[in-house]
Every structure is written in C-alpha cells, then in structure tokens.
C-alpha cells in the first residue's frame, strides 16, 4: 500500500475508497467499510483499516465536521446526504476508529514510523469530531 503522509487519505486504500464513494455515495458503502472494521476479532488489516478510517472521516463531514485535509472533490457528494438519517453510522464509526487504532496492521505499520504520534492524535481528533 502506497502511503504518502499520515492524514487518513494519504494512501492508496483510502484513495481508491474515496473515489469508489464519489462514483457510489450510499450510506451503504460507508457502513460496509465500518462494520468490517468494528465487527473484526482480530487484528485488521492494514487496507481495511484504511478503508475504515476513511469512512469515519467522511461520516464526520456528513456530520458537519470535516478534517482540515477533507478531499475538496468529495464536498459536492457530501452535501447531497442527510447528516440526520447517520446517528448508526456515527457510532459504527467511533467503533471503527476505537478498532484501528487498538488493533490493526496500519496501527503497528505507524507505530515503527517516526510520525506515530502525528498519526494517533490525527485519530484522536476524528474521534473527538465524532462525538
């Protein structure tokens, strides 16, 4: 997986998640991403974690609060959603951030990264804007 930078679409997964969402801006895509990372036993995998985060950032901006890097071409598809039809998704969400950020393959990648603390307050923040 391709990664240029620590914000959550700043890889290759995350990217293509992004631009599959923009082609396909349903609630569904988004929980499928979600729910793959909650719903895990065990560690995730590092494109899916990905994935996931991307997700909960853009459930965050559905929500009104998006990251400063919010991907400026997903804004039209975002405000074309009901930010009151996504309290589920919202919780999925934290779930899905709780998971990544506890057990994930993209979690130990960034943890042996010298940008490991840029990237846990990164989630920290999408947390908090979750919430």
């Given at each position: 997986m391709g990664t240029w930078g620590y914000y959550n679409f700043d890889n290759d997964a995350a990217a293509d998640f992004a631009e599959d969402f923009r082609d396909n801006h349903t609630e569904a895509v988004l929980y499928e991403a979600l729910a793959t990372a909650a719903e895990e036993e065990g560690p995730l995998e590092a494109h899916e974690a990905s994935e996931a985060l991307a997700a909960a950032e853009i459930v965050a901006a559905i929500l009104g609060k998006p990251a400063q890097e919010f991907p400026v071409?997903?804004?039209?598809?975002?405000?074309?959603?009901?930010?009151?039809?996504?309290?589920d998704l919202r919780e999925l969400?934290?779930?899905?951030?709780?998971?990544?950020?506890?057990?994930?393959?993209?979690?130990e990648q960034w943890a042996a990264k010298d940008d490991y603390q840029n990237w846990q307050q990164l989630q920290q923040g999408l947390l908090e804007r979750l919430k």
């Open positions: 071409d997903l804004i039209p598809v975002i405000v074309k959603l009901d930010a009151s039809e996504s309290e969400a934290i779930e899905a951030v709780e998971a990544v950020v506890r057990k994930s393959a993209l979690q």
